[in-house]
């Protein structure tokens, strides 16, 4: 696909049709990649972002009080539950999204190391239905792939973007990634938001401009 005929305000639908192909093939090479790296591999990859992430976490404020976001991994995504229950310990709320809705936002339920977890939406460990219902000043996002300007690519099942199209004030978004995943583009369509920062084993990968550290 030539970036030089991409339009991102566009909705010509023989272009995202394009974008979707491209994009399907695109995970399928990332997961594939991800599954390469072996468990042994994952894990170191995942011990290296959590340092990161206290670090990038404590910059920006995120302590007790604030809630956090996290989420619960799947399909060989960078494993930060180590670091969650630490922070929880340090008084941050965590919560973790549920699909409640199909096609609709997410929902954040608080989290505790104690939570009894149920199945959710791709059989992924969630929260109950009794657990508070949270709004996150901080998410964090696994991005299967991600590029310059914050755009992650995701599994393709639109939740996150819903979300961050729907939340007011939009929280902290913190994407989540492997280095080795950086793709050129991820030729963002009208629907794509970008996230504040990318986050990955060699540390902070890209930031949007509003949300610099060196201000």
């Known amino acids: 696909m030539d970036?030089?005929?991409?339009?991102?305000?566009?909705?010509?639908?023989?272009?995202?049709?394009?974008?979707?192909?491209?994009?399907?093939?695109?995970?399928a090479r990332l997961a594939a990649l991800r599954e390469g790296l072996g468990q042994a591999?994952?894990?170191?990859?995942?011990?290296r972002i959590v340092g990161h992430l206290?670090?990038?976490?404590?910059?920006?404020?995120?302590?007790?009080?604030?809630?956090?976001?996290?989420?619960?991994?799947?399909?060989g995504e960078p494993d930060l539950r180590p670091a969650l229950s630490d922070l929880h310990r340090?008084?941050?709320?965590?919560?973790?999204?549920?699909?409640?809705?199909?096609?609709?936002?997410?929902?954040?339920?608080?989290?505790?190391p104690q939570t009894r977890l149920v199945r959710g939406d791709w059989n992924i460990p969630v929260p109950p239905p009794e657990a508070d219902e949270l709004?996150?000043?901080?998410?964090?996002?696994?991005?299967?792939?991600w590029a310059d300007g914050c755009y992650r690519l995701g599994w393709g099942g639109g939740y996150f973007d819903r979300t961050l199209a729907a939340l007011s004030p939009r929280p902290l978004t913190i994407g989540v990634a492997?280095?080795?995943?950086?793709?050129?583009?991820?030729?963002?369509?009208?629907?794509?938001?970008?996230?504040?920062?990318?986050?990955?084993?060699?540390?902070?990968a890209a930031t949007r401009p509003e949300t610099r550290t060196d201000k």
């Open 3 to 27: 970036r030089a005929y991409f339009d991102p305000l566009g909705i010509d639908p023989e272009q995202a049709r394009d974008v979707a192909r491209w994009r399907r093939a695109e995970r």
């Open 90 to 112: 340090t008084g941050v709320t965590i919560a973790l999204p549920v699909v409640e809705t199909r096609a609709a936002p997410l929902v954040f339920r608080r989290w505790t």
């Open 178 to 204: 492997f280095s080795a995943a950086r793709l050129p583009t991820i030729f963002p369509q009208p629907h794509d938001i970008p996230l504040g920062l990318i986050l990955t084993e060699d540390g902070v």
């Open 135 to 145: 709004v996150p000043d901080t998410a964090l996002a696994p991005c299967l792939g």
């Open 54 to 75: 206290v670090t990038v976490l404590a910059d920006r404020g995120v302590g007790r009080g604030c809630v956090l976001s996290g989420y619960w991994p799947i399909k």
């Open 41 to 47: 591999g994952r894990a170191q990859v995942s011990d």
